[in-house]
C-alpha cells in the first residue's frame, strides 16, 4: 500500500548541530508539507513543495531548510539545532486540487 | 493574515455528544476540514465540507458552518472513550494548496 514514513521517529540531538529528517511518500504525490507541532500553536508550516526542484518558505522557516531532487522524498535539514527546535515535526503530502493533505506518523526532535 | 481558533480543552461523559467549535478568518475558503489525532500518531483527517454547504453529516459526525459568522463545529455523537483525541480544524482557500490550521482541541471522554 502507498503511504507516507518519517526518521528518524525519535532524535535527540545537541545545540549547534545539523540535523536532516527524512520524509518519504510512495503515492507519487506533487505536494509535499513540513509542520512542527507545538502545545498552544498546533501545526505551524516550515516549507512546502509542490513539485521536484520547488521549494518554498512556510510561517517558521528561519533554521530549517528542504531541498526537492525527486517526488518521492522531501528531507527537512536543521543547520544548527537550536533548543527553540525541540518540537514534533510532521511531513504530509498531498496530490493537490480539492485532495486533502496526509500525515506522516511524526518525528519527535528534542535538543538538548 | 489567515488565522484559525479553537478553544484547546473539551472533557465529555461517555455517551454524551461532544462538540468542539472554530473559527477562521479568511473569507475564501473553500474547504474547512476536521482531522483527529490520536497520542503518537500524526493527523488523519474525520471529514470535511464545502464552503457552500451548512451542514454535513457521517455515522456519528455532523458539521455545522456558519459562512457568515466563520464558524465551524464538529458534533460527535454518543461519545466513546475511543474518540479521545486531539481534532484539529483546518481551512484551505479555492486557490492555494496549503492549509491552515488551528491550535487543536483536545477531547477527554470520562467514564
Known amino acids: 500500500d502507498a503511504e507516507i514514513t518519517q526518521s528518524p521517529r525519535h532524535k535527540i540531538t545537541e545545540t549547534g548541530r545539523q540535523v536532516t529528517l527524512a520524509c518519504h511518500q510512495t503515492?507519487?504525490?506533487?505536494?509535499m508539507f513540513w509542520y512542527r507541532q507545538d502545545l498552544g500553536h498546533g501545526l505551524r508550516l516550515i516549507h512546502y513543495?509542490?513539485?521536484?526542484?520547488?521549494?518554498n518558505k512556510g510561517e517558521v522557516s528561519d533554521g530549517y531548510s528542504v531541498s526537492r531532487s525527486n517526488t518521492e522524498d522531501l528531507p527537512l535539514t536543521l543547520e544548527s539545532a537550536a533548543s527553540s527546535q525541540t518540537s514534533v515535526y510532521f511531513c504530509?503530502?498531498?496530490?493537490?486540487?480539492?485532495?486533502?493533505?496526509?500525515f506522516g506518523p511524526g518525528t519527535r526532535l528534542l535538543v538538548l | 493574515g489567515e488565522d484559525v481558533e479553537q478553544s484547546l480543552f473539551l472533557s465529555v461523559r461517555e455517551g454524551d455528544s461532544s462538540v468542539i467549535n472554530c473559527t477562521y478568518t479568511?473569507?475564501?475558503?473553500?474547504?474547512l476540514y476536521w482531522y483527529k489525532q490520536e497520542p503518537g500518531a500524526g493527523l488523519q483527517l474525520l471529514t470535511y465540507?464545502?464552503?457552500?454547504?451548512d451542514m454535513k453529516q457521517d455515522q456519528r459526525l455532523t458539521v455545522l458552518l456558519n459562512k457568515k459568522d466563520k464558524h465551524l463545529s464538529l458534533r460527535i455523537a454518543d461519545t466513546q472513550t475511543g474518540d479521545s483525541a486531539i481534532y484539529f480544524c483546518?481551512?484551505?482557500?479555492?486557490?492555494?494548496?496549503?492549509?491552515?490550521f488551528g491550535p487543536g482541541t483536545r477531547l477527554s471522554v470520562l467514564p
Open positions: 479568511d473569507s475564501s475558503s473553500t474547504y
Open positions: 503515492w507519487n504525490h506533487n505536494n
Open positions: 513543495s509542490y513539485g521536484v526542484q520547488d521549494t
Open positions: 465540507i464545502f464552503s457552500n454547504m
Open positions: 483546518a481551512e484551505r482557500d479555492n486557490y492555494g494548496q496549503n492549509f491552515v
Open positions: 504530509a503530502s498531498s496530490p493537490g486540487g480539492r485532495e486533502t493533505q496526509y
